[in-house]
């Protein structure tokens, strides 16, 4: 999501080349997402990048999406015993209280007397993370860009000024990278010989779980367990159930913890009447961090013209049309565009210089 929605920008006044390791885009931590928009979500750039990103969402160009790429979901924080110091958190990002029967008239087959109180945000909403991406892809060929998938960069030198870019697929020659490499985005700034900037990849799990026979979630909300300790939302008609971990790991094509997934569905077990008695379809997915939490974009301090586009952890996809634009602009050498300065973002917060000393 990061490589070509930026790429679709910079494609605009420039020649742009994506080099993607697998065959297919999306392949890696963009087609494991759960797929909302949740604009209270995540540290204050997050939700500054989110809520820049909200108007494209709601009003995509049709030739960029023939469909809505939002939906009403609406999110419920689920408050057990123990929990009761979230639920001032929860009102601070505009939660609202929920009464518990109006919970059971959601989700009716909550377990209320296992919950001390419910909080709601119906601004969580769906996202199609594939017509977003396909939207990108589209956009950037549109735009005379030019795709090598298959392709893994294996290195880079310098040449007179310009970068060569060594790949399993020969030698390319470019002015510019950027480094859009998700999990591997610090084994990538190592090869080209730039900040060591750590960005820790960190698994989260997910399964989908059949449902009884006549239950329909089509409506529920997300639910999730007050800190973020599990969560289920409805998914082409079956649930999926997250136990939210965030377990650090090397990059690797990443599968689901049976364990922490075993926990989640205990979890579920106490706030939803229903058995859960087989596991179905499971997959795992990385979100990769900076050590403070937020995204790294911004040329780097060491090598020239070696842009950082990564550590977009939880968010990627909610922030990618603010991202992508905050990108070109500061590769064109323009001023951080005005909606994205008027959500209150600091590019300061997000520049690869914030780990030079
Ligand atoms: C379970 C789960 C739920 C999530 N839910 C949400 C959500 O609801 N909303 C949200 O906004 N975000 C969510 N996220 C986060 C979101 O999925 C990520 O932030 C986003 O996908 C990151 O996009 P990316 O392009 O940086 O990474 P990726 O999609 O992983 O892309 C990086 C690409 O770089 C390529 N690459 C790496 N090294 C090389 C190399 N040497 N040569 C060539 N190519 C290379 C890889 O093949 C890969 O395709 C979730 C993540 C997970 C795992």
Request: aromatic letters at 8%; one cysteine or more; proline letters at 7%.
């Given at each position: 999501?990061?490589?070509?929605?930026?790429?679709?920008?910079?494609?605009?006044?420039?020649?742009?080349?994506?080099?993607?390791?697998?065959?297919?885009?999306?392949?890696?931590?963009?087609g494991?997402?759960?797929?909302?928009?949740?604009?209270?979500?995540?540290?204050?750039?997050?939700?500054?990048?989110?809520?820049?990103?909200?108007?494209f969402?709601?009003?995509?160009?049709?030739?960029?999406?023939?469909?809505?790429?939002?939906?009403?979901?609406?999110e419920a924080?689920?408050?057990?015993?123990?929990?009761e110091?979230?639920?001032a958190?929860?009102?601070?990002?505009?939660?609202?209280?929920?009464?518990?029967?109006?919970?059971?008239?959601?989700?009716?087959?909550?377990r209320?007397e296992?919950?001390?109180?419910?909080l709601?945000?119906?601004?969580?909403?769906d996202?199609?993370?594939?017509?977003?991406?396909?939207?990108?892809?589209?956009?950037?060929?549109?735009?005379?860009?030019?795709?090598?998938p298959?392709?893994?960069?294996?290195?880079?030198t310098?040449?007179?000024?310009?970068?060569?870019?060594?790949?399993?697929?020969?030698?390319?020659s470019?002015?510019?990278?950027?480094?859009?490499?998700?999990?591997?985005?610090?084994?990538?700034?190592?090869?080209?010989?730039?900040?060591?900037?750590?960005?820790?990849?960190?698994?989260?799990?997910?399964?989908?779980?059949?449902?009884?026979?006549?239950?329909?979630?089509?409506?529920?909300?997300?639910?999730?367990g007050?800190?973020?300790?599990?969560?289920?939302?409805?998914?082409?008609?079956?649930?999926?159930?997250?136990?939210?971990?965030?377990t650090?790991?090397?990059?690797?094509?990443?599968w689901?913890d049976d364990?922490?997934?075993?926990?989640?569905?205990?979890?579920?077990h106490?706030?939803?009447?229903?058995?859960?008695?087989?596991?179905?379809h499971?997959w795992?997915g990385?979100?990769?961090?900076?050590q403070?939490?937020?995204?790294?974009?911004?040329?780097?301090?060491?090598?020239?013209?070696?842009?950082?586009?990564?550590?977009?952890?939880?968010?990627?996809?909610?922030?990618?049309?603010?991202?992508?634009?905050?990108?070109?602009?500061?590769?064109?050498?323009?001023?951080?565009?005005?909606?994205?300065?008027?959500?209150?973002l600091?590019?300061?917060?997000?520049?690869?210089?914030?780990?030079?000393?």
């Open positions: 999501m990061a490589g070509f929605s930026a790429a679709a920008e910079l494609a605009e006044a420039h020649r742009v080349c994506v080099v993607e390791r697998e065959p297919q885009p999306g392949y890696h931590s963009t494991r997402s759960a797929a909302t928009f949740v604009p209270s979500y995540g540290p204050a750039s997050i939700q500054a990048l989110a809520g820049a990103s909200e108007a969402f709601e009003a995509a160009p049709n030739d960029f999406a023939a469909a809505p790429l939002l939906s009403p979901r609406g924080m689920m408050v057990g015993l123990g929990d110091t979230h639920i958190e929860g009102e601070a990002l505009g939660l609202r209280p929920l009464p518990l029967d109006e919970f059971k008239r959601m989700v009716p087959l909550i209320t296992a919950l001390i109180a419910a709601y945000d119906d601004n969580a909403r996202l199609d993370v594939d017509l977003l991406l396909q939207g990108y892809v589209k956009l950037f060929r549109a735009r005379g860009g030019t795709v090598l298959r392709t893994e960069v294996t290195g880079f310098r040449h007179y000024g310009a970068w060569q870019v060594q790949t399993s697929d020969g030698d390319l470019c002015a510019m990278v950027v480094n859009a490499a998700g999990a591997w985005a610090t084994s990538i700034g190592e090869l080209a010989g730039a900040q060591n900037i750590e960005v820790t990849p960190k698994r989260r799990s997910a399964v989908l779980l059949d449902l009884p026979s006549g239950a329909n979630v089509d409506q529920w909300p997300l639910c999730f007050a800190g973020e300790t599990f969560y289920f939302k409805p998914m082409g008609g079956k649930l999926m159930l997250s136990p939210a971990d965030a650090p790991v090397e990059p690797h094509d990443a689901a364990m922490a997934l075993a926990e989640a569905v205990e979890k579920f106490n706030v939803i009447d229903f058995e859960v008695t087989h596991i179905g499971t795992g990385l979100r990769s961090f900076a403070d939490g937020n995204p790294v974009a911004g040329f780097d301090e060491t090598v020239d013209n070696f842009f950082w586009l990564a550590g977009q952890g939880g968010y990627g996809i909610q922030t990618a049309p603010a991202l992508s634009r905050l990108t070109a602009a500061l590769i064109n050498g323009r001023q951080i565009p005005d909606d994205i300065a008027a959500h209150g600091e590019p300061a917060a997000l520049s690869p210089a914030r780990f030079s000393h």
